[in-house]
């Protein structure tokens, strides 16, 4: 047995951006070309990550199409045209048995009340397996389609959001788990003393209650959170039970652990209730020399139009198309102070300085992932990494993003997960039924029954 962790077991969840992570995976020949709005593609590959047992399956959101300049658009489909992702769940939950089923919603365009209630409905209708990740949104078009003309600002936001995560979690517990006496004899539906209106009236929302939903199977979903930066980071330790965050060396992800988990206790919760998920993106080869070659062959794909829209995103709209791609990266003003704060303003920033990359290698480095870490290598080598970061208190577990889709997936599930349960570090089967027994965390008690303890 190992001295390290010895009776854990690392976590999974698969991230299934339509096409694949790579940000030129649709020119993949093996990718499936129109992956957004292709149903079997995406019940597919529930059910391929389903026979890896991954603890979940997340989805992303946003509620636009992306904006930018078309001609790099039209070479860079990623979400430009994607279903619902609540919806493709309820979908996906009678195809699977044991995955559990995450999707984003963002607290910047949405009212907490719609957020309870879908969330509720896809945990009943999959049984105990849905998860709310919970973001801000960073994306200005949105703004567009909720009566705004600018986004919300960085801290402001995740003030909003607090506060929407907690009447979210209020209205799930409108219901005691044992409200709905059902009883035919005496003619009762509910017992009315279990029922709870939430009479919220805070700065941003008011809310009276209850929600027209049973409460949720897992008591509520399970909470996933994806901001790294200081406000970021506080509402994951305040909510969270899991967290997505790009890492790129151990000592940085062995920090953000500490930090994170560090956090919990002023929110009287234990370490233990915060699963920490970076992201990883495999490239895996039945040979170094394969792997290599499947990286530069996407690495390949990339347009510079595309290159240059992505690290000018990440630059908060600075235009580098008049700059030499060969040369370093000019001076980018700060817009406003607000954009330091961001973790892909900050990484681009860093790899500029620091490793003096020219503004093509920048964007190579940052648009085939969007700055987060690749791991090129054999199922040993992968699963070596993965063993390093989690036995080291790095991680719980990881988010893992295959290049390409559905082939990086089969390549991950039929190479590396049989590596890693070999070496014990991951499930031969499912502990349990819901997302919660899985990820081993609670059920929360309501907060009415807390109160009355
Ligand atoms: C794995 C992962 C998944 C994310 N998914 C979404 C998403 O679906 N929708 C969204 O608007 N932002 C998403 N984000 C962005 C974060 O919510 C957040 O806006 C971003 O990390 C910057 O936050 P920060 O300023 O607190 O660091 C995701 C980030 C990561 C790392």
Redesign the pocket.
Known sequence: MRAERPNEMMKLGA?FHPTGNHVAAWLHPDAQIDAGTNFKHYASLAQTAERGKFDLM?????VAVRAGKLAALSRWPQYMVFFD?VTLLSAIAPVTERIGLV??A?T?YNEPYNVARKFASLDHICEGRAGW???????LS?AYNFGREAHFE?DER?DRAIEFADVVFGLWDSWDDDAFVRDRASGRYFDPAKLHALNHKGKHFSVRGPLNVARPPQGHPVIF?????????E?AARIAEGV???QHTLTGAQDFYRDMKGRMAKYGRMQEQLKIM??LNPVVGRTAREAEEKHRFLQSLIHPDVGLELLSNALGGFDLSEYDLDGPLPDVPDHRGIIA????FRNVMTWAREEKLTIRQLYERYAGARG?RTIIGTPAQIADHMAEWFLGFGVDGF?I?PAYLPGGLDDFVDLVIPELQQRGLFRTEYEGTTLRENLGLQRPASRYARASD
Request: charged share 10%.
């Open positions: 991230f997340f989805l992303a959101d946003a992702p999707a984003t963002t910047s990740n919970v973001v801000t949104s960073a994306n949105e960085h995740y959170q994806a901001g790294s930066s200081e406000v970021g980071r509402l997505f965050t790009p970076p992201g704060g961001q973790t892909a987060q988010l993003q």
